[in-house]
């Protein structure tokens, strides 16, 4: 099994409202990964999580809170956004936090508009 | 810094036409590593390709084909004989051994449409 699951696949939501993004992979990866793409541009990393601590976060705004509750398991949770953080977001995993050595797999994405 | 560029922002061929992806990267790392996905409109990310600096090595999957080339910082990307279901975003990428807080950075990425 080498997939990567997200949901919900779409998502709209108001600039007050909250709700979570969810992401799973049963590969026994120990580094998952958020990633933010707007339309016609690169993904560009929001957080890395190793071994369910968090080791990266890229200077992302506190309305984007992430966790990771076990091993198989991430999640985003989204509070009061801006229209701008409409995008695609897309999580990953690898096998460790070694991007030099382990490729990333990646899920299909929540494509999310907030209005 | 690390940087990578990918000059073409579109291509169009025709099925069964052979097609090339460039990719020019920048580093100051001996060591690095450079990658190539694939995302097709349902929008996930598949991996194709992860190449070391020191494998300089051309490679071949079926169609596919890659060209690394250090003297020139570049990490092409070929397909042969393309199909429709090639048409997608292709990204390549870039990651430093001592990356620090950017693990792997992607370049703006080539669209192919391939008509048939």
């Known amino acids: 099994d080498t997939e990567v699951t997200q949901t919900p696949k779409h998502l709209v939501m108001g600039m007050t409202n909250k709700k979570s993004l969810k992401c799973e992979q049963h590969m026994g990866h120990r580094a998952m990964y958020w990633y933010k793409q707007k339309a016609k541009k690169p993904p560009e990393l929001m957080f890395v999580y190793s071994y369910e601590k968090l080791s990266i976060n890229e200077s992302v705004p506190s309305r984007f809170s992430p966790e990771c509750p076990n091993s198989s398991l991430l999640n985003l949770h989204l509070h009061a956004l801006q229209p701008e953080d409409s995008a695609l977001y897309l999580c990953a995993s690898s096998q460790e936090w070694d991007p030099s050595s382990y490729e990333q797999y990646f899920g299909p994405g929540t494509r999310l508009t907030v209005t | 810094a690390q940087k990578v560029t990918q000059a073409q922002t579109e291509i169009s061929v025709v099925e069964k036409e052979d097609v090339t992806l460039d990719c020019v990267y920048e580093?100051?790392?001996?060591?690095?590593?450079l990658f190539w996905y694939k995302q097709p409109p349902s929008g996930e990310l598949v991996f194709l390709i992860r190449r070391n600096s020191f494998d300089e090595q051309n490679e071949i999957s079926g169609r596919y084909s890659w060209n690394f080339q250090k003297s020139t910082s570049s990490f092409n990307f070929t397909i042969t004989a393309s199909q429709v279901v090639d048409s997608a975003v292709y990204f390549c990428?870039?990651?430093?051994?001592?990356?620090?807080?950017?693990?792997?950075?992607f370049g703006k990425g080539t669209r192919l449409s391939v008509i048939a």
């Open positions: 580093t100051r790392d001996t060591t690095y590593y």
């Open positions: 990428a870039l990651s430093e051994e001592t990356a620090g807080n950017t693990p792997l950075v």
